[in-house]
């Protein structure tokens, strides 16, 4: 079956301009989970989805970042107002379910920021 | 807070080598503990995994790890290294009181000679 999708692959973007990427988990799977790596570093987690609910946002960095799931299947990451900080890989995984499962990381959107 | 510390940033072994790459971990608990491969422009893949049982894990690609608790360590092992081995290697720590969201350390970048 397909893996996890992410989309678009790149995308670049002025200072102050509002993003939105989109993840697009393997069938079934409940928990996806958000990750942000920056270029030489490993990937750094921003949040966890449950089913249709945010279980852990503790990773975002401020309130400019937001994400849904509202279905229980896609999820979109959303940036307002993007810095040019906030270039990076964003990375979608998801899995079974949360707990002693695999998770299967999507390609990434590279996200470049003016 | 967990935390994963990853010594070497790059190393460099000549084809049919051995190698090793190290991870040090911090966890409160008995720590869910990961390796994944990364390729230029290819999203993680698993290599192996550690729960619990056996501390010494086989995984994909000829590739083992050992749980060392007392050394908080769970380094990276592969008798004979090949050209296609060359990619980013990240060791992550699963935090199973949090839906399992993961700790990367910084990544090792492994390079094979000829």
């Known amino acids: 079956g397909a893996g996890v999708s992410q989309t678009p692959s790149n995308k670049v973007t002025e200072k102050g301009k509002y993003v939105e990427l989109r993840c697009d988990p393997i069938s079934g799977h409940t928990a996806l989970y958000w990750y942000r790596q920056s270029l030489g570093q490993g990937p750094e987690f921003l949040i966890y989805f449950q089913g249709t609910g945010a279980a852990d946002d503790s990773g975002l960095p401020n309130d400019r970042f937001f994400a849904v799931r509202p279905e229980g299947s896609v999820s979109t990451l959303k940036i307002q107002r993007t810095e040019r900080g906030d270039s990076a890989v964003y990375l979608c995984a998801s899995s079974g379910t949360s707990y002693n499962n695999e998770q299967f990381f999507g390609p990434g959107t590279r996200l470049t920021v003016l | 807070a967990q935390s994963v510390t990853q010594p070497d940033i790059h190393i460099t072994v000549s084809e049919g080598a051995s190698l090793e790459l190290r991870c040090n971990y911090s966890?409160?608990?008995?720590?869910?503990l990961f390796w994944y491969v990364q390729s230029p422009g290819q999203g993680l893949q698993l290599l192996l995994k550690y729960f619990s049982g056996d501390t010494l894990v086989q995984g994909i690609k000829g590739f083992e790890a050992e749980f060392k608790r007392s050394q908080s360590s769970f380094n990276l092992r592969k008798p004979s290294v090949h050209w296609s081995d060359a990619a980013e290697y990240f060791c992550?720590?699963?935090?199973?009181?949090?839906?399992?969201?993961?700790?990367f350390g910084g990544g090792t970048r492994l390079m094979v000679k000829p």
């Open positions: 992550a720590v699963g935090d199973n009181n949090a839906g399992n969201m993961l700790t």
């Open positions: 966890y409160g608990a008995t720590p869910y």
